[in-house]
């Protein structure tokens, strides 16, 4: 069974910055794709990043295009999400994920194997 954990979430102004972390219990992180997403109040959840198994390939919805960028550091079994230049609509409980399969498939599908609790982040304006 994996667990993951995110943290790093809180109460920012547009145009400031946060940093999330997601760290996973499990022996072989290197072998799964992991991502983050996010669901606002009264919306689904919806695809935020996603980064490959090598950490080479790295995905993003348009909407923070340029602003986010996801990493991992597979020693510390950490995934994270670097958030720049944040608007209010990026308010919203973030969750990061974990998929064996590869980071592509994280940007179109929800039914992954496992799931954080997810971190609260708001952006006032």
């Known amino acids: 069974q994996v667990q993951l954990v995110e943290s790093g979430g809180g109460l920012v102004q547009a145009g400031g910055s946060l940093r999330l972390s997601c760290v996973a219990s499990v022996r072989s992180f290197s072998t799964y794709a992991m991502g983050w997403f996010r669901q606002a109040p009264g919306k689904e959840r919806e695809f935020v990043a996603a980064i490959s198994r090598s950490g080479g390939s790295t995905y993003y919805a348009d909407s923070v295009k340029g602003r986010f960028t996801i990493s991992r550091d597979d020693a510390k079994n950490t995934m994270y999400l670097q958030m720049n230049s944040l608007k209010p609509e990026d308010t919203a409980v973030y969750y990061c994920?974990?998929?064996?399969?590869?980071?592509?498939?994280?940007?179109?599908?929800?039914?992954?194997?496992?799931w954080g609790q997810g971190t609260q982040v708001t952006v006032s304006s």
């Open positions: 994920a974990a998929h064996s399969g590869t980071g592509a498939y994280l940007r179109t599908h929800s039914d992954l194997d496992y």
